[in-house]
Nanobody
Framework: VQLQASGGGLVQAGGSLRLSCAAS????????MGWYRQAPEKQREMVAR??????NYGNSVKGRFTISRDNAKNTVHLQMNGLKPEDTAVYYC?????????WGQGTQVTVSS
C-alpha cells in the first residue's frame, strides 16, 4: 500500500486547509485510514481516523476538523477549519490493513498568528 498526501501549506490563524491522501497498491480491505501529526519536539498524535462509517477525532481538533472518505477514489480528506498556530505540524496519512500499518510521506501545515 502506498499513501500519497497533498494539500499542506501556510495559512493564517482562523483559515482553512484541506488535506488529501490517496491510497494505491494492494488496497483490498483497507477500511481504517486517518491522519496523525507531529509538531517539533512533540510526540506524534492522532488527529482523525475513519473506519467504515465511524469517525474519531483528537480532542484538540473536535468541532474544527472533518475527516471524510471517497471510496471510489480510495482517498481520505481532512478538512481543517478554524486553524490555530498550535495546529502547526507535519501531518501524516495513515492506513491500517491488518496486520500492517502504512504511513504517507508527511505534509507540512503551518499556521501563522
Amino acid at each position: 500500500v502506498q499513501l500519497q498526501a497533498s494539500g499542506g501549506g501556510l495559512v493564517q490563524a482562523g483559515g482553512s486547509l484541506r488535506l488529501s491522501c490517496a491510497a494505491s497498491g494492494s488496497i483490498f480491505n483497507l477500511n481504517d485510514m486517518g491522519w496523525y501529526r507531529q509538531a517539533p519536539e512533540k510526540q506524534r498524535e492522532m488527529v482523525a481516523r475513519i473506519f467504515g462509517g465511524t469517525t474519531n477525532y483528537g480532542n484538540s481538533v473536535k468541532g474544527r476538523f472533518t475527516i471524510s472518505r471517497d471510496n471510489a477514489k480510495n482517498t481520505v480528506h481532512l478538512q481543517m477549519n478554524g486553524l490555530k498556530p498550535e495546529d502547526t505540524a507535519v501531518y501524516y496519512c495513515y492506513a491500517h490493513q491488518f496486520p500492517k500499518e502504512y504511513w504517507g510521506q508527511g505534509t507540512q501545515v503551518t499556521v501563522s498568528s
